[in-house]
């Protein structure tokens, strides 16, 4: 990918993370990557695209830290339980990512509206729940582990949703602070 095309990518994923992506201009887009019409033209045919670029953009780095860097990753099930946790705070408390978790974001706006958005959304949280499977199911024998890592995402998910709404990490803290208590403590 060309150094311009990701310029455009981020600059675009950092307004549509903050405003969502209905708020988000083309010419806001524009205006933060620095770049006329013609050269956003040249690098996508519409705003949907590079959308969903966007989206792809999110799903790897996800994919690079997340999945592999830690869930799949070689450690014990009680390190990677704490390394996601620890990421799952990382990347959503600094003041800038208050704006939410990008993916819960577009999918509560975006999934009801276009089929592709919803299903590559839905790829990444699906994903995410299976390699936590596997985790819980090493870490407390549980019986049910599918349904233990769909309510691990759903309680991170729903603390970085409240964390957005009272602008307060502290929420983030709290619910990850739950689930160290549920899952790592003997």
């Known amino acids: 990918m060309s150094n311009k095309k ?10 549509i993370h903050g405003k ?15 770049i006329g019409k013609g050269q956003f033209y040249h690098y996508f045919t519409s705003k949907r695209e590079l959308g969903l670029s966007i989206v792809d953009y999110y799903a790897q780095m996800w994919q690079d830290e997340l999945i592999e860097g830690i869930l799949k990753s070689r450690r014990s099930p009680e390190e990677k339980m704490e390394a996601m946790l620890q ?4 990347f959503h408390e600094t003041p800038a990512k208050l704006h939410g978790c990008p993916f819960g974001n577009l999918a509560l706006e975006m999934s009801e ?6 299903l590559k959304i839905n790829r990444i949280f699906s994903d995410w729940i299976k390699e936590l499977t ?9 019986k049910h582990a599918k349904r233990k890592a769909r309510m691990v995402v759903a ?9 957005k709404n009272h602008q307060d990490s502290e929420v983030l803290l709290d619910i990850i602070e739950g689930i160290r208590m549920e899952y790592l403590s003997s």
Do not use: N
């Open 6 to 15: 990701q310029q455009i990518i981020l600059a675009a994923a950092a307004l």
């Open 20 to 34: 969502g992506y209905e708020a988000t201009k083309l010419s806001d887009i524009m205006g933060a990557a620095d």
């Open 87 to 90: 990421w799952a705070v990382q």
């Open 113 to 118: 509206h276009d089929e592709e958005f919803r």
């Open 134 to 142: 596997y985790v819980i199911e090493r870490l407390k024998g549980e």
């Open 155 to 163: 309680q991170i998910e729903g603390a970085i949703l409240l964390m």
